[in-house]
């Protein structure tokens, strides 16, 4: 299985709403990514996780939240977001730092 | 800020044809990734030079590293209406690992 999935695939919330995204992999990478892209932008990085520990936040707002239950599984939970943050959520994973890496689909949300 | 910037931003080629695709960045860095992507989609990785390689060839894409001037070249031969899409260039700088993504490139294939 050399994919990434990610769910939902679009979502659309209020900025009261708590809401999570999900990624999966099951390649056996010890590396998570989330970046957020923003229409005909570059994607920008969030956060990473490196043997399920975070490593890296990029200054991210704490109404963004990650979670890394397991190796294969990354989450990132919404709470109280703006419509600024409406964007292009994007996992991805790699077999380690500094190494390709995989993305998947992504999530396209949009906050009212 | 932007590690990689490339050149030119957009790119419009008949299919057939060779399309060239430049990267240029500020600090020196451990690879140089290419990634492609389709309109509103997940990026998919085309190939990765490391610091101490010059050259690298994928199926019809070739891309070239050259460290002294900080930049990178990618080529795709004989191009097809399915290589229309966007390009980043993205450089590991070896400070945490972590891809900088550049501003990307539109590549438009006319059949």
């Known amino acids: 299985d050399t994919e990434v999935t990610q769910t939902p695939k679009h979502l659309v919330m209020g900025m009261t709403n708590k809401k999570s995204l999900k990624c999966e992999q099951h390649?056996?990478?010890?590396?998570m990514y989330w970046y957020k892209q923003k229409a005909k932008k570059p994607p920008e990085l969030m956060f990473v996780?490196?043997?399920?520990?975070?490593?890296i936040n990029e200054s991210v707002p704490s109404r963004f939240s990650p979670e890394c239950p397991n190796s294969s599984l990354l989450n990132l939970h919404l709470h109280a977001l703006q419509p600024e943050d409406s964007a292009l959520y994007l996992c991805?994973?790699?077999?380690?730092?500094?190494?390709?890496?995989?993305f998947g689909p992504g999530t396209r949300l949009t906050v009212l | 800020s932007q590690q990689g910037e490339e050149d030119p931003q957009a790119l419009s080629i008949q299919e057939g044809e060779n399309a060239t695709m430049n990267c240029s960045y500020k600090?020196?860095?451990?690879?140089l990734q290419w990634y492609r992507q389709n309109s509103g989609r997940g990026l998919v990785h085309l190939i990765l030079?490391?610091?101490?390689?010059r050259e690298k060839h994928s199926g019809r894409l070739r891309v070239t590293l050259d460290t002294s001037k900080k930049s990178s070249s990618l080529l795709i031969t004989a191009s097809r209406a399915a290589d229309t899409a966007s390009y980043f260039c993205?450089?590991?700088?070896?400070?945490?690992?972590?891809?900088?993504f550049g501003k990307g490139i539109t590549l438009s294939v006319r059949p």
């Open positions: 991805a994973s790699s077999q380690g730092l500094g190494r390709e890496q995989f």
């Open positions: 390649m056996g990478h010890r590396a």
């Open positions: 996780y490196s043997y399920e520990k975070l490593s």
């Open positions: 600090t020196s860095i451990n690879n």
């Open positions: 030079i490391r610091s101490n390689e």
């Open positions: 993205a450089t590991d700088t070896g400070a945490n690992s972590k891809l900088t």
